[in-house]
Antibody, heavy 114, light 107 residues
Framework: EVQLVESGGGLVQPGRSLKLSCAAS????????MAWVRQAPTKGLEWVAS????????YYRDSVKGRFTISRDNAKSSLYLQMDSLRSEDTATYYC???????WGPGTMVTVSS | DIQMTQSPSSMSVSLGDTVTITCRAS??????VNWFQQKPGKSPRRMIY???NLADGVPSRFSGSRSGSDYSLTISSLESEDVADYHC?????????FGGGTKLELK
């Protein structure tokens, strides 16, 4: 059974950092591009970042470039999102997903507030 | 960035209805459009991939089609479990972009 399980969300003050993790199982992790997608409360889905099979290529939406870093560890079947200089507009549920959304995790909530 | 203009944003429906949701792409995205269903408090579920292909385990009353830059998701004979939010996604080029979503509500 395919599983993606995110962790690391929580309440954080503006300007601080947070690191999200996603543990994958049930499929060959290294065969997939992976991505983070977020959804602000009552809003639509928004792609955040993607990473290639071996981590050699990364892609970000403009609003997080220079602040967020996506990475992966294929030996651990894990995906990460380092989020620095957090802003209130980053408040959302963050989903770990295979690119194009074949598989999704349940999400982890990030709240940026003082 | 490619814009995916999704319509309608909400729809009042009855059980047994045929429902069609459309996304219009601002430029050519080929077949690289997926459709997702999302229920409250849950993560999205892929329903259609590459515009017209039914994802594993998805009932056959769901279908996807393409006409030029318009992509449609059709639900035939709507059942109560189909009442949810639906989202389209283009992944032809970066950044991948979602439509604004369609909320189905029962009359």
């Amino acid at each position: 059974e395919v599983q993606l399980v995110e962790s690391g969300g929580g309440l954080v003050q503006p300007g601080r950092s947070l690191k999200l993790s996603c543990a994958a199982s049930g499929f060959t992790f290294s065969d997939y591009y992976m991505a983070w997608v977020r959804q602000a409360p009552t809003k639509g889905l928004e792609w955040v970042a993607s990473i290639s099979y071996d981590g050699g290529s990364t892609y970000y939406r403009d609003s997080v470039k220079g602040r967020f870093t996506i990475s992966r560890d294929n030996a651990k079947s894990s995906l990460y999102l380092q989020m620095d200089s957090l802003r209130s507009e980053d408040t959302a549920t963050y989903y770990c997903t295979t690119e194009a959304g074949h598989f999704w995790g349940p999400g982890t909530m990030v709240t940026v507030s003082s | 960035d490619i814009q995916m203009t999704q319509s309608p944003s909400s729809m009042s429906v009855s059980l047994g209805d045929t429902v069609t949701i459309t996304c219009r792409a601002s430029q050519d995205v080929g077949i690289y459009v997926n459709w997702f269903q999302q229920k409250p408090g849950k993560s999205p579920r892929r329903m259609i991939y590459r515009a017209t292909n039914l994802a594993d385990g998805v009932p056959s009353r769901f279908s996807g089609s393409r006409s030029g830059s318009d992509y449609s998701l059709t639900i035939s004979s709507l059942e109560s479990e189909d009442v949810a939010d639906y989202h389209c996604l283009q992944y032809d080029e970066y950044p991948p972009t979602f439509g604004g979503g369609t909320k189905l509500e029962l009359k």
